[in-house]
């Protein structure tokens, strides 16, 4: 049985290496002897992006209306940061309302409260179903069924992405979710709302997972941290603000959100579909054309070996295929590498993800104005993501995501610290400033590890890591207004956060960097090491000998 095993490891390494050498022999010059075949370059799936143009005009749109459909998703994740305020209410006992001497009470002399009278203009969640006293705990629940649906979605979406294709999956799911989102502000009652959040945090949670490895398979290596940055999440972020104040009811947000996103699924008619995914499906032709039209796009002529590098990609998976068959979830524990680098990335987006939406939706204990606080959180973004961007150009994923989690864990151990000592005239300043700056360093880290977490999967898997990624960072985002509650248990909260964020940066050490490293299409047969550099030039490889 041993003999067979390593005979079918030669085997499967032999096909590898001929399908190397094939196209070697395929590409080279016009009148080349024996060693310049020999000494010619392994043409791979970069050389060809970096031939049609790395980041071009094509490149440009193709990111900017993928990341468009960002816009829907940023309201849905935010409606609850103002559909979970809590206006100032007065009890109503048996009809008769108690007056303004028990302002946020649930009971009036031992008799408990029949309904409530909230103030202001604000029509939210809580004041529309009276999510006050005994109800407290639907906020809550609404928040993580919206993330349980999230997880669904992420789930889904990793299959589909690789039975569908990156392109259908992504904009029929973001169809679904505008849907959804209109249903959902139909909603007759608190439960029907809870239950649609589930439907639309689906269609949420399946866009998350189809749109960032997307575009990266479209850029050249050192273009790929570019998508740190994501300008409509910004964009999306500040218009529901913006919209926030100025309607103050959480079923216009809905339909705001809507007219404004619409425009996103113009995007079905320019964005083409993967090439990586098209080549490893057996559909190299129409790989060739997507190349060609991305070619055309930026001025550009289609390299002439284009559909013999795909036809190369095409063979090697196949063969690995006809042994393997078809991937699931379960390929990213196989083997001592895949098993690490999956159980850290889940780790990681759970962690960053509990302390990011712990503080997203606590926004409303944090003092001072709401509207302003929610536009704050949108202006944080902006230059902690350019900050990432750049330390992941220079230095690479691991040292941006340790610098971002260390600064965040800083600043949520200095909330807690003045919760302990500060006094209560400066108290809430110092917390709202420490936890803003630990919200923008939680979001460049999370724009880092979306980067990492698409680079360091190969292809045929890249959506299934993607996707577990996702789940990870939801149960720690189901799980976040229970734990991480700023509302009822401030101090523990951070205190949660801070050690957690301090585990995250210990375990993120002994990730594998990504930067400057071609990202791979298939699994590796044995156990080795995924994301090795790929050199540009290569001899014609050595066929490995079996070990008996």
């Excluded at 796009?297 to 196949?318: Q, T």
């Excluded at 789940?471 to 957690?500: C, H, Q, T, W």
Aim: charged share 15%; hydrophobic share 50%; glycine share 8%.
């Amino acid at each position: 049985m041993r003999d067979l095993t390593a005979l079918s490891r030669w085997s499967s390494a032999s096909t590898t290496a001929l399908a190397a050498a094939r196209l070697r022999l395929r590409t080279k010059a016009p009148g080349s002897g024996e060693a310049a075949v020999k000494d010619a370059p392994i043409r791979t799936f970069e050389n060809l992006i970096d031939d049609v143009g790395g980041m071009g005009k094509f490149q440009i749109m193709l990111v900017l209306m993928i990341d468009s459909c960002e816009l829907l998703v940023s309201w849905s994740l935010y409606l609850m940061a103002f559909g979970g305020y809590v206006p100032e209410y007065t009890c109503t006992v048996d009809g008769l309302p108690s007056g303004g001497a028990h302002i946020n009470q649930c009971q009036v002399n031992g008799t408990s409260c029949s309904s409530f009278d909230f103030a202001g203009p604000e029509s939210t969640v809580v004041s529309e179903w009276g999510l006050v006293c005994d109800l407290a705990w639907g906020k809550r629940l609404i928040i993580s069924m919206q993330m349980f649906g999230i997880m669904i979605g992420a789930v889904m979406a990793g299959q589909l992405s690789d039975y569908l294709g990156r392109h259908k999956t992504l904009y029929l799911c973001y169809t679904f979710l505008m849907l959804s989102t209109l249903v959902c502000a139909f909603s007759q009652s608190w439960i029907m709302f809870a239950i649609m959040r589930v439907f639309v945090g689906i269609g949420t949670g399946s866009i998350f997972v189809s749109m960032y490895p997307y575009p990266m398979e479209f850029l050249s290596m050192r273009w790929r941290a570019l998508l740190c940055i994501r300008p409509f999440w910004f964009v999306g972020v500040g218009s529901f603000s913006l919209a926030a104040y100025i309607l103050k009811d959480w079923q216009y947000l809905h339909f705001a959100g809507l007219v404004l996103s619409s425009p996103v699924l113009i995007g079905w008619f320019y964005v083409p579909e993967s090439i990586r995914w098209l080549a490893l499906k057996g559909r190299s032709d129409d790989g060739v054309k997507v190349l060609e039209l991305v070619a055309k796009r930026n001025g550009r002529k289609a390299p002439a070996d284009a559909k013999e590098v795909l036809m190369a990609m095409e063979e090697i998976e196949r063969e690995s295929k006809e042994k393997h068959g078809s991937y699931t979830y379960l390929d990213l524990f196989k083997g001592t590498y895949m098993l690490k680098i999956t159980l850290i990335i889940f780790a990681n987006w759970f962690v960053i993800l509990m302390s990011y939406f712990g503080i997203v939706y606590g926004v409303s204990s944090l003092g001072g104005n709401l509207y302003l606080f929610m536009f704050l959180l949108c202006v944080v973004e902006l230059p902690s993501e350019i900050m990432a961007f750049l330390i992941n150009s220079k230095l690479g994923r691991k040292p941006t995501v340790m610098a971002s989690v260390s600064l965040a864990a800083i600043g949520t151990l200095g909330c807690m610290l003045a919760y302990e000592f500060a006094s209560e005239n400066v108290r809430n300043k110092v917390i709202g400033v420490l936890s803003l700056m630990s919200y923008g360093f939680l979001s460049a880290a999370w724009s880092t590890m979306m980067v990492w977490t698409s680079e360091i999967y190969p292809t045929v898997v890249r959506q299934l890591g993607f996707a577990m990624a996702t789940v990870g960072g939801r149960i720690g985002s189901i799980i976040a207004p229970f734990v991480v509650n700023l509302d009822s248990m401030p101090k523990e909260a951070y205190v949660i956060m801070s050690v957690a964020l301090g585990c995250c940066i210990l375990a993120t050490f002994f990730l594998p960097e990504s930067k400057g490293k071609q990202m791979e299409d298939s699994l590796a047969e044995d156990d080795s090491h995924c994301n090795k550099v790929a050199p540009a030039r290569a001899d014609i490889p050595t066929l490995p000998r079996p070990e008996f």
